[in-house]
């Protein structure tokens, strides 16, 4: 079964400063790699995904992916208050099962 | 944006009791999602569907049934409630795998 884990389990960060989170998972023949961001009280939503290695920049986000080292991280760039938040990420693999295994999630405050 | 909606908010109920909670999306997803979050296992899936009249079982699925009425409508049985089964459920749908997973807000139960 995949096991995904998220580092570190908690930040705080200054506003405007560039926060990193980290998500390794231990299936290479994972297929689909997303971040969801859960804010206190509400669902989690859908921040961005990759399905190949490398980068794609959304506005502040920036998610990275590197299939050999198992690794992909989402990079915050003038974090702001409002993304305090818990992060969440999740991986699926293309096994014709289903599913999104999901890390237990990095809490972030941004301090103003 | 997807529109998922779960009922109730919030159930308290007894240990043996029966309890059942819906889930409705509008966007005509074929995939929908049952997940419970507790504290130190993220998000884990109980059970999801691809299509009216079609079950499949997660990764947590004892204690647990599920149907699927229409392509809007999916519900979570749980027969015999136990204490272990208090948790916060989200239901969740997708147009297709691998995509991004729209959360409904949740549903907090608590058994005694």
């Known amino acids: 079964q995949q096991k995904v884990q998220q580092s570190p389990e908690s930040l705080i960060v200054p506003e405007g400063a560039m926060t990193s989170l980290n998500c390794t998972f231990s299936?290479?023949?994972?297929?689909?790699f997303a971040w969801y961001r859960q804010h206190s009280g509400k669902a989690p939503k859908a921040l961005m995904s990759?399905?190949?290695?490398g980068e794609k920049e959304e506005g502040r986000f920036t998610i990275h992916l590197n299939k050999a080292s198992l690794h992909f991280s989402l990079h915050i760039r003038d974090s702001q208050p409002s993304d305090s938040a818990l992060y969440l990420c999740a991986v699926s693999s293309n096994t014709g099962y289903q599913n999104f295994y999901f890390g237990k999630g990095t809490s972030l405050t941004v301090i103003p | 944006e997807a529109a998922v909606t779960q009922s109730p908010r919030n159930k308290v109920t007894v240990t043996g009791g029966n309890v059942t909670l819906s889930c409705r999306q509008t966007n005509s997803h074929n995939y929908m999602y049952w997940y419970r979050q507790d504290t130190g296992h993220g998000l884990r899936l109980i059970h999801y569907s691809y299509g009216a009249g079609n079950l499949q079982i997660g990764d947590v699925p004892d204690g647990y049934k599920a149907t699927r009425t229409t392509q809007e409508d999916f519900f979570l049985l749980l027969e015999l409630a136990s204490p272990s089964q208090t948790s916060l459920y989200f239901c969740a749908s997708s147009e297709f795998s691998n995509e991004r997973l729209f959360f409904g807000h949740g549903t907090k139960l608590s058994v005694l």
């Open positions: 299936d290479s023949a994972s297929q689909y």
């Open positions: 990759i399905f190949s290695n």
